[in-house]
């Protein structure tokens, strides 16, 4: 009898690159992925061998799904992967609620009902540490911060859920940094986050730009290794009970990531230093969003935000199967070449913008 994982998000950026991962670890998987209706037909396209695609819906008590396949599901799944998020920085709230909290809320009810259910990975984030500042721990969650956007402030509630029932189903917490394309290819599947700097770097004086103070951190990490890090952990039984950030433990500075990107992608160097409540107050402005590459204003502060995260537990699971993070340096060629290969490519632009 094929051991059946339920999976979310496929097939978004990171779970579409897992699932094969996953796959390829256990030659007993049969991957059920609970896809949106929308996009069954694009995930079906996409789905290799062993995934089947079941029309669903997070945001539904039994997931979308009728009585018999719930029950069927809630019988037969061993393993959970909860991927399936509005990761927009500038998402309404309703939205985020409805997706982000109540659909994590109901995968967590799937997992108390799975009879034989081994483990829930579910995929958090580091910026549930919202505007907490210096070092922030993995054991970490509920500091009093605030938060900057709605992805934020719902990510964390909802890992408030999962972390409440920690106490009845066995469970791993992944939280990635921001994820950028693969550090070999530099493939990824939108230009947002970071790409937002290089999209600017095409406008007139774009590249000489370096906006904000510069020397806080600022945390990137390639698809790849977030994948292979959540392998890592799914196979790793000590890590039930933990939350692991995958994170750089050496992230370059703001000012850094601008320079390297600059020197990629322009040739030159950014010289132009912009104070970032100017930049913040210009972007409110349409066509001062469209200088910056469509910059949305919710983005910059992540560009001056003095935080750093502790790797304790992750740097254990890593190290057991001889995982670490590649530093943005050794990656930043791939990605720049990539981005200048499809930069005009309207299939990269986030969805917001579409």
């Not at 109901?106 to 579910?122: G, I, M, Q, S, T």
């Not at 509920?142 to 920690?166: C, D, H, L, P, W």
């Not at 939280?175 to 406008?203: C, H, N, W």
């Not at 977030?226 to 950030?245: F, S």
Request: proline content about 7%; aromatic content about 8%.
């Amino acid at each position: 009898m094929p051991r059946t994982y339920l999976l979310t998000g496929f097939p978004g950026f990171l779970a579409g690159r897992l699932v094969p991962r996953l796959l390829a670890d256990d030659d007993e998987a049969r991957i059920v992925a609970l896809v949106e209706p929308r996009m069954a037909e694009r995930a079906r396209a996409l789905a290799p061998d062993g995934v089947d695609v079941q029309p669903g819906d997070i945001t539904h008590p039994t997931l979308g799904l009728d009585e018999k396949t719930y029950a069927r599901l809630t019988a037969e799944t061993v393993r959970v992967f909860h991927l399936a998020a509005v990761y927009d920085l500038a998402v309404g709230a309703e939205l985020a609620e409805r997706v982000n909290v109540t659909g994590t809320q109901h995968v967590v009810d799937f997992c108390a009902r799975c009879e034989n259910l081994e483990r829930h990975h579910y995929i958090s984030t580091a910026y549930v540490a919202g505007t907490r500042s210096g070092l922030v721990l993995e054991d970490d969650l509920a500091k009093g911060q605030a938060f900057k956007n709605f992805y934020e402030s719902t990510k964390f509630a909802a890992e408030v859920i999962v972390r409440a029932s920690m106490g009845d189903i066995p469970t791993t917490i992944y939280r990635p940094a921001i994820v950028v394309g693969d550090s070999k290819t530099g493939e990824t599947q939108k230009f947002d986050g970071p790409y937002y700097l290089l999209r600017s770097m095409g406008a007139p004086l774009g590249s000489l730009l370096q906006v904000g103070r510069g020397d806080a951190p600022f945390n990137v990490v390639p698809v790849d290794f977030v994948v292979d890090a959540i392998a890592a952990g799914a196979a790793d039984e000590d890590a039930v009970g933990h939350t692991l950030h995958l994170v750089d433990p050496e992230p370059v500075s703001s000012a850094e990531l601008a320079r390297l990107l600059a020197r990629e992608y322009a040739g030159k160097e950014p010289k132009l230093p912009l104070p970032p409540g100017v930049v913040d107050r210009s972007l409110r402005l349409k066509p001062v969003r469209k200088l910056f590459g469509g910059t949305p204003r919710q983005s910059i502060i992540y560009l001056n935000h003095p935080v750093s995260f502790d790797v304790a537990q992750a740097a254990e699971v890593l190290g057991r199967n001889g995982l670490r993070c590649p530093r943005f340096p050794e990656y930043v060629g791939p990605m720049v070449s990539f981005f200048k290969a499809h930069e005009t490519d309207d299939a990269y632009r986030p969805a917001h913008e579409k």
